[in-house]
């Protein structure tokens, strides 16, 4: 051991003797001290160092010559040591086997043959060996027995490369009937994957999941596709692969486009298939994908488009306007949604420009164009409106209720503000323009009363669809006045949905009911029911249980009522749907989200039941039972 003090290198030997070496004030180091002690010098170790560097060549040279054969010679030896111990082996096991044992082995192997004799294997190899001399078909089937299959745990040789492996319950068969090692079996495995052909892939979740998706779009489809929709689906998978429409139909090309952008592949490349320079129409739902030049494409390839419909046209500038201005496009119907990068001096120069061509204007989802004032420039430069929809434009107000005013040939009329409004500017509304329309949406309008609902009632006398939503000040009792002796035809779409009190302290809703209850209910259903096909009353949750009972007993019939939402009425059971199918014998779907009491119901055939809550069913369910007026009972048996 050396350890180092001050001045002195300290070495302690195995017998424990201890020298100290003085260093300190020389100019070498501790190290070189002790080596010149001990008569160690770096020369010695250098040589000593070659010395056993020249040895281990030259004896290496020496065996080299001599390796391979003593290799080859191990290797034999070997083989021969391996062969030994197998015919010992085999040896011992003959010496073993006893007389009995020996039977029992014979008795299995006779078995196994005899069963071989009957397979189809063993016949068909009898049938090609016709011709060959008696007791050969004992050989095959004594061929077979020596082919079949070990069990696992046994040895067996490799039919391709016959190596020795361990058979395994999960050991490949050859293609001459032998097993393979697991090398041979991956690799023709492999072989057999590469030459096999696609599978078709099983139906999966996700068709189900679209059928339900379509049923709750609306979509409700009775028996197989047509062959013109398997088609157009065909088309729609394959899209990258097509260059061309043709002269596809209109109604086609608006079918394509819908499945194409609920699937968001509408590209620029695509867009190109949609357009053709005899079209008056073009619709993209959505054009998410879309820049300002595939815009500006659309006008050049299609200059007289009559009608245009763009979903999610983020990219929709002024520069689209402009183009559309210079080339002077007579568009008559414009829809556009999320069209926010168009300044308001930009629409307003439009309207003043080619506002006289528009019959109708559908915008959506303006959170930052289209002010008060641009709506004043539409009153003065549209004067040929019939048709306008304003939904989710978040700068309109009052001032834009007062300008509409104005439109006094307007048909149709859809409205949904985002700023409340006050009551009198509606009012003032539907009596300049309510006379002549046959279509009036209002939702979201909060603070509209029952003289909204009156006015509604004395001026408006051509309404064929009403949409009065999401209001808490309108009473039942102005309901019940609107549908009593309105001089109106009935309606064919009427929804209501949550119009109701939303203080949720109170179940039942004040003493004078708010929003549509029973008696609003009822009269709906004696002013409409002949004619209504669409019927929306979600979340009205003060119509009683024996208000629907009433009216769909089974005997009033409403032989047009193809739709209804139910939707968040918790008092409707079993009974009462049942009472439906009764009184609708054109249903075709009913959604009932949120109605906890409607169990074991047994849907007619053709009839689509959304919504209802059961956790060991689909949410839709498809009716199949046949019969409907005249059934005993639509409950089943407890």
């Not at 001290?33 to 040279?61: C, G, K, P």
Request: charged share 30%; net charge negative; proline share 4%.
């Amino acid at each position: 051991m050396l350890k180092i003090s001050s001045g002195y290198l300290q070495c302690t030997g195995l017998g424990g003797v201890q020298r100290q070496i003085a260093f300190a004030g020389r100019g070498q180091s501790a190290l070189t001290d002790f080596l010149a002690s001990n008569n160690i010098s770096a020369v010695q170790i250098r040589d000593e160092y070659e010395r056993r560097r020249r040895t281990a060549h030259q004896q290496e040279a020496q065996n080299a010559p001599s390796t391979a054969p003593l290799e080859e010679e191990e290797q034999e030896k070997e083989e021969e040591e391996e062969e030994e111990e197998e015919e010992e082996e085999e040896e011992q096991e003959e010496r073993v086997e006893t007389a009995e044992q020996k039977k029992r082995r014979k008795r299995k192997e006779e078995a196994a043959v005899a069963k071989i004799k009957q397979s189809k294997a063993y016949q068909k190899r009898k049938a090609q060996n016709e011709d060959e001399p008696d007791g050969y078909d004992d050989q095959i089937a004594w061929d077979m027995y020596a082919k079949s299959k070990p069990l696992p745990g046994q040895l067996e040789n490799c039919e391709l490369c016959e190596k020795r492996f361990t058979v395994t319950a999960y050991s490949k068969t050859g293609p001459d009937g032998g097993l393979l090692c697991a090398k041979c079996s991956k690799a023709q495995e492999a072989e057999r994957k590469k030459d096999a052909k696609p599978k078709k892939q099983a139906a999966s979740r996700d068709k189900r999941r679209k059928t339900q998706s379509n049923l709750l779009d609306g979509i409700v489809r009775n028996g197989s596709k047509t062959l013109q929709e398997l088609c157009v689906e065909q088309v729609a998978d394959n899209i990258n692969d097509v260059e061309e429409f043709g002269d596809l139909p209109q109604a086609l090309l608006d079918r394509l486009s819908q499945i194409l952008s609920k699937r968001r592949v509408i590209t620029s490349r695509t867009l190109d298939l949609f357009l053709r320079s005899d079209l008056d129409s073009i619709s993209v739902y959505d054009c998410g994908k879309l820049e300002v030049s595939d815009y500006m494409k659309i006008f050049s390839i299609v200059p007289r488009v009559e009608r245009l419909n763009l979903g999610n046209a983020g990219q929709f500038k002024d520069e689209v306007l402009d183009y559309m201005l210079e080339r002077n496009v007579p568009i008559q119907h414009l829809q556009l949604q999320a069209a926010n990068l168009v300044t308001d001096a930009k629409w307003r120069e439009y309207f003043a420009k080619a506002g006289h061509r528009l019959e109708s204007l559908k915008l959506s989802w303006l959170d930052y164009s289209m002010d008060d004032e641009s709506i004043s420039h539409l009153a003065n430069g549209c004067p040929k409106l019939k048709r306008l929809k304003l939904k989710k434009c978040f700068r309109l107000g009052d001032a834009s209720l007062e300008a509409l005013s104005q439109l006094k040939h307007l048909e149709y009329l859809s409205l949904r503000f985002v700023k409340p409004t006050k009551m009198e500017t509606l009012r003032n509304l539907i009596h300049s323009v309510g006379k002549d329309l046959r279509t009036l949406s209002l939702e979201n309008f909060e603070n509209a009363d029952d003289e909204v609902l009156a006015e509604i009632h004395s001026t408006c006398v051509s309404l064929s669809k009403l949409r009065f939503c999401e209001n808490d000040y309108c009473t039942d009792r102005a309901f019940c006045a609107l549908f009593t002796e309105w001089h109106n035809p009935p309606l064919s779409y009427v929804g209501l949905s949550s119009n109701r009190d939303v203080d949720y302290t109170r179940p039942d809703g004040p003493e004078d009911p708010i929003g549509l209850a029973c008696d609003g209910f009822r009269a709906l259903m004696a002013h409409s029911g002949s004619k209504l096909e669409h019927l929306d009353i979600s979340s009205c949750r003060h119509i009683t249980k024996g208000a629907f009972q009433e009216v769909f007993d089974g005997v009033k019939q409403y032989p047009l009522l193809k739709e209804i939402n139910i939707s968040f009425l918790t008092k409707i059971d079993t009974v009462t749907v049942a009472g439906m199918f009764r009184s609708c014998p054109a249903m075709a779907k009913v959604t009932a989200f949120g109605c906890f009491n409607v169990t074991d119901i047994m849907v007619p055939s053709g009839v689509a039941l959304i919504g209802v809550p059961n956790a060991l069913e689909p949410i839709v369910q498809e009716g199949d039972h046949m019969g409907l007026i005249g059934m005993p009972d639509l409950i089943s048996a407890p």
